[in-house]
């Protein structure tokens, strides 16, 4: 018998699944950062260039028809003047072998030109370098520094700057640290649970400063770390108005299986993270967010911007798109907040937000690339199984099949949870009807577990193939406030083609997940759902935004 190793299987099996939908353009969302063609994973060197105030984004990138991740692995690059909409470029960086990859990495602006790379001609906004792991026989840090803008990048003539003779030390976030005067790295030694921290005068000479070892949940290996300061939102003093994140992430090993990304908060004295405590924190609890990256170079007062790879190692290589695998999640800005974590327990938590043209930026000129095309509002609705929610779009003209909802409701009823008979409500995301079948990704409030889910079971083939697809996933989520009527929930949430972003309580709990519609099915219409002849839920607000692109 021949035995047919894993990845022989795959291009057999991506083969059955072209059968199956011919074309998977319309899965592609329309918001989100998507290559072109061919392979993306994780976010790279992204930074803000201040002077042309254009966001660039590099990413992992395989940009041939296979669309899977395989060698040559090189950095792609888009930019955007919004966020939403990303001008592709093809690739920036590529190996110098074909079985050889420029791993993952950062960017920075070397505005005062510490590494000596620039001259004048050269706007000091635009001095451009890029760190990066060369995945050869061993795995070795790398600069090289662009020109053009970041548009084509030199590789420095002395490389590699870093090089501990190992095939397991990548993925090199940098950052000026104004405190103590350089650069610093963190870097991970991936197999022995290390962030490494390293310190540079010129981006050229590192020293080892410190190692955040065996911290979190540990997974297989550590990947990806990051490293920034957040501003606080509700500082407790005047004293501590900020504080140091560190980043990382686990694949595979998730306790949701697969990929995750972890956040710890703490200080740093430009040697060593100090963390506050010995929580593990996951920033997004969905199964699709991994490998975030932050951008460098952007005004740090309001927090930090960044985005993360929306897949999973266990099946983005099989998720059913032809020509083009997977997407970014939405940029978000990212600060700290002190939120009611239980009734005894009042913490610093991180915060995330979408920061694209929203109902708030939208009167912000600069932002005008999406407009409402359809809108729906209930307001003060005690919903009960009689009740009949739901938007009323016309869906025989183009929907877009991408929409923004809040929701805030007030648990009325809270003895409901202590019955062995669960009630649930829910908001059903419906596609349009094709063929006499529609299709519907649900999200569901629980009132016996006071919990979140999601339901993304689909009639897509690819959902029967993939056993690791989990096609539930559900969060707790604390009340936001409580009134003399009950409990109080927010909800934000983004749904855009194939990717559905939500996020609870004023962003102090994000889950991400991508979804399968089958047989050219979009997302079209919301309905709000209830189980229970007896109200316990009162809709105090509910807004659903069908956007399109300008
Ligand atoms: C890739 O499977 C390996 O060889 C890792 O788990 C994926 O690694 C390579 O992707 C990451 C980074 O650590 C690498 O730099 C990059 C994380 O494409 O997704």
């Known amino acids: 018998m021949i035995q047919l190793s894993p990845l022989l299987l795959l291009p057999l099996f991506s083969v059955f699944n072209s059968i199956a939908d011919a074309s998977t353009e319309y899965l592609r969302p329309q918001i989100h950062l998507t290559p072109d063609q061919g392979w993306m994973n994780d976010p790279n060197g992204m930074f803000y260039d201040r002077k042309d105030k254009l966001w660039h984004v590099y990413f992992q990138h395989n940009p041939d028809k296979k669309s899977i991740w395989a060698t040559p692995v090189t950095w792609g690059h888009s930019t955007s003047k919004d966020l939403l909409t990303w001008d592709y470029h093809g690739n920036a960086l590529e190996p110098e072998n074909d079985d050889e990859g420029i791993f993952s990495g950062s960017v920075v602006v070397d505005r005062n030109n510490t590494s000596g790379f620039f001259n004048d001609s050269t706007d000091p906004e635009q001095r451009i ?5 060369n995945n050869a026989e061993l795995q070795t840090q790398e600069i090289a520094y662009s020109l053009d803008k970041g548009y084509s990048f030199i590789k420095y003539d002395q490389n590699p700057v870093i090089n501990v003779n190992s095939s397991q030390q990548r993925d090199p976030k940098v950052l000026w640290h104004d405190e103590s005067n ?6 991970a030694k991936t197999q022995e649970f290390k962030v490494q921290i390293y310190g540079s005068p010129d981006l050229k000479k590192w020293d080892l400063k410190s190692n955040f070892t065996s911290n979190g949940y540990l997974g297989f290996q550590y990947e990806c770390p990051g490293l920034f300061k957040l501003p606080i939102e509700n500082p407790l003093n005047d004293t501590v108005t900020s504080k140091w994140v560190l980043l990382l992430a686990i694949n595979p090993g998730s306790p949701l299986g697969g990929s995750i990304n972890e956040y710890f908060i703490g200080d740093f004295d430009g040697t060593t993270f100090h963390p506050d405590d010995g929580a593990t924190r996951f920033m997004d609890i969905g ?6 990256q932050s951008f460098d170079n952007t005004e740090p007062e309001d927090g930090a911007l960044g985005l993360a790879w929306a897949s999973n190692w266990q099946y983005a290589n099989t998720v059913p798109t032809e020509d083009w695998r997977s997407s970014m999640s939405l940029v978000r800005n990212y600060t700290l907040k002190y939120v009611d974590v239980n009734p005894e327990n009042y913490g610093l938590t991180l915060i995330q937000k979408p920061v694209y043209d929203t109902k708030e930026t939208r009167l912000n000129e600069t932002l005008k690339t999406l407009e409402t095309i359809n809108e729906y509002e209930v307001n003060d609705l005690k919903l009960d199984k009689s009740s009949f929610v739901a938007t009323d779009f016309n869906t025989e003209r183009n929907a877009t099949g991408v929409f923004e909802f809040d929701l805030k409701f007030t648990q009325t009823d809270l003895k409901m949870g202590y019955s062995n008979m669960t009630t649930q409500f829910g908001l059903y995301i419906h596609s349009q009807t094709v063929k006499g079948s529609q299709e519907t990704l649900q999200l569901v409030f629980d009132t016996l577990s006071t919990t979140w889910y999601i ?6 083939s690819f959902q029967r193939n993939s056993p690791v697809f989990t096609e539930r996933i559900s969060t707790y989520v604390e009340k936001i406030d409580t009134t003399d009527q009950g409990n109080v929930y927010t909800l934000y949430g983004v749904v855009d ?7 609870f309580n ?3 709990i994000a889950m991400t997940n991508t979804f399968f519609f089958s047989e050219g099915k979009i997302p079209t219409s919301f309905e709000v759902v209830c189980d229970s002849e007896k109200s316990f839920i009162t809709i105090d607000e509910l807004s659903v935004r069908e956007l399109a692109r300008k």
């Not at 370098?129 to 792991?133: G, L, N, S």
């Not at 199964?287 to 975030?292: E, H, M, Q």
């Not at 194939?498 to 996020?503: G, H, K, R, T």
């Open 182 to 187: 350089q650069w610093i790295m963190v870097v």
């Open 506 to 508: 004023d962003g102090s």
């Open 129 to 133: 370098v890029a760190i990066y792991t």
């Open 497 to 503: 083609r194939n990717i559905l972003e939500l996020y």
């Open 455 to 460: 339901d993304r079971t689909t009639q897509h």
């Open 287 to 292: 199964k699709d967010f991994y490998a975030f």
